[in-house]
């Protein structure tokens, strides 16, 4: 499979100021895949310690300095490590703490080594360490599961992402030379457009966690895919069981089992569990987060930018880590990734998590992951814009419909209220569209998003 990530190794193997990188990202998104074929396909060898499965690796970090360390490796694994021609992959670093501390003394005394740590669930497995993250000698990237565009190129459909992308370009020319930015259209042929709904469809059922979209790829049946989504979830689940020294996982897993069916509302721990008192539910919440099993969406006054300079943590809504996984845990039929009209997936909280999955991948993999919402709570005229994001120098609405149509009235009070404002966007099976101060931009092209903000809009 062909991952965004890739490209954010390349420039990291070239860099002049390359650090020793730390991947991170839930369990089973791809972290070994990737570093793995990464490393085969740019490197002369590829020397990779797990620490889950060879736990004596660990005794290579009895000493920080970094030539002791490679000596060890060398006469355990037999293999040559150099500099600049071996790529040295520490995976399931969680399980080692002192190999995470050691990546700083590489780039302080053999910098020259291209070293990648890979871990999951960090923040539990390090919290009785009395450990502090290296800041400064190390460089994080963030993984995610498969985006839509992701999706499309592993199954074959590059040909659609390349229209899709394409599709920008040739609007910002039409725009310039007969259209007028304030009312623009650009039909896709309904054909193609009804092959890109199709496969929508089938990525909010199958999401985008690797082993459920190889399952796919290979034909396997949607009821096996269905048994391999339930085994991912509870995968998880023993993950938090397994640090139970550390973590109170009955916690953990009262928040993560129940996160599905919170996506898309404002977030109270007393749904969760009545039962529970709230400060046991949101240490678990926060940990979550950290461990991106789950992200919250954050209140913002987006008055200006930086988005976090307004932000209450204290009115927050949740996403789950993957639209598959949430579908599967919320017992959706798979039968209706076979309809043609998207409404019956689509509805409320579904699509919300799509759209802010999709937003999450499209944001610099090197900065950890934020979502903001907006809402105003006025007796009798209450309004709530789905997501905020930021484009160019100003906050943008954003709302999210399930289907062709749906009233705007909170992304007009949104407006109203901030007249600097240029204009806000709807994403929805809608055509793209420009039209009274609304970009409309059909869900498939999430991606797109920037590009045609500026193609329609602007300069912004």
């Known amino acids: 499979m062909n991952r965004n990530i890739f490209k954010s190794l390349a420039d990291w193997k070239q860099s002049k100021t390359r650090q020793p990188l730390l991947i991170r990202g839930a369990r089973q998104v791809g972290k070994t895949f990737a570093v793995e074929f990464f490393g085969r ?7 990779t310690l797990n620490f889950e499965e060879r736990p004596e690796f660990k005794r290579c970090f009895d000493s920080y300095n ?5 000596r060890k490796i060398s006469i355990l694994t037999g293999a040559v490590i150099t500099s600049g021609e071996t790529l040295l992959f520490l995976d399931e670093i969680q399980e080692c703490p002192r190999a995470i501390t050691a990546l700083r003394y590489f780039k302080e005394k053999l910098p020259l080594l291209h070293i990648i740590g890979a871990g999951s669930l960090l923040e539990f497995a390090l919290r009785s360490e009395n450990f502090r993250m290296p800041v400064g000698r190390v460089q994080t990237l963030f993984m995610l599961p498969l985006s839509f565009y992701e999706y499309l190129e592993a199954t074959g459909q590059e040909a659609l992402v390349t229209f899709l992308g394409g599709i920008s370009a040739n609007q910002a020319t039409a725009n310039q030379a007969t259209l007028s930015h304030s009312s623009a259209n650009y039909s896709i042929d309904a ?6 709904e199709k496969e929508l469809r089938s990525y909010m059922i199958l999401g985008g966690m690797p082993g459920a979209v190889h399952a796919y790829i290979e034909g396997a049946p949607m009821p096996e895919i269905k048994h391999l989504q339930n085994s991912l979830l509870l995968t998880f689940q023993k993950d938090f069981a397994k640090y139970a020294a550390t973590v109170k996982h009955k916690y953990l897993q009262e928040v993560f089992i129940s996160a599905p069916r919170m996506v898309g ?12 008192q709230s400060r046991e539910l949101k240490e678990a919440l926060i940990l979550l987060s950290q461990a991106q ?8 006054a987006a008055n200006g930018l930086p988005l976090e300079a307004e932000m209450n943590e204290g009115r927050f809504k949740i996403i789950f880590l993957d639209i598959g996984l949430m579908q599967n845990a919320l017992g959706l039929d798979t039968k209706l990734m076979f309809e043609r009209d998207l409404m019956p997936i689509n509805a409320g909280a579904v699509v919300e998590q799509f759209v802010g999955q999709e937003l999450l991948a ?6 950890d992951k934020k979502l903001f919402f ?3 709570e006025q007796r009798g005229s209450a309004s709530e814009v789905d997501y905020i994001i930021s484009i160019g120098s100003h906050p943008i609405p954003v709302e999210v419909k399930a289907g062709k149509r749906g009233a705007l009235k909170s992304m007009r009070v949104f407006l109203d209220k901030h007249p600097d404002c240029p204009f806000g966007i709807r994403y929805s099976t809608h055509e793209l569209s420009y039209f009274g101060k609304i970009l409309s931009i059909p869900l498939y092209m999430i991606n797109e998003t920037v590009s045609l903000c500026r193609s329609f809009i602007g300069n912004i």
């Not at 970094?66 to 490679?70: C, L, M, R, S, T």
């Not at 099993?293 to 913002?300: D, S």
């Open 191 to 196: 054909v193609i457009a009804e092959k890109l």
């Open 293 to 300: 099993c789950l992200y919250k969406v954050c209140h913002t």
């Open 265 to 276: 509302k404002r977030y109270k721990y007393a749904q969760v569990n009545p039962h529970i």
């Open 362 to 367: 499209c944001q610099d993999p090197y900065l």
């Open 374 to 376: 907006w809402n105003r």
């Open 66 to 70: 970094p030539e002791d360390i490679i």
């Open 41 to 47: 396909e740019n490197f002369r060898n590829l020397v």
